[in-house]
């Protein structure tokens, strides 16, 4: 991310708010905690881009076809 990305993610957060927020966060989860939460965090995040990478797109054509179908007969009146 870049600073003017950061700056609309923050919008007009200054220091003393910012300080506020990790002070918080501190008394909530306690110091040994935020680590573990953060590393946890990143890890979920490289997973999902990584399997956002993998992942061939899905041919969902199958799919609307049998949705359609089944679509037409559930509905009491109308032939198959």
Do not use: C, H, W, Y
Not at 22 to 41: D, K, Q, S, Y
Not at 68 to 78: C, L, S, V
């Amino acid at each position: 991310m870049g600073p003017v990305a950061l700056a609309m993610l923050f919008g007009n957060l200054g220091t003393t708010e910012i300080l506020l927020i990790v002070l918080v966060l501190v008394l909530l989860f306690g110091a040994r905690r935020i680590p573990e939460l953060a590393r946890g965090l990143g890890r979920g995040v490289q997973e999902f881009k990584s399997g956002m990478r993998t992942s061939p797109p899905a041919d969902d054509s199958a799919a609307q076809k049998n949705a359609a179908k089944d679509e037409g007969q559930d509905r009491p009146g109308t032939k198959p």
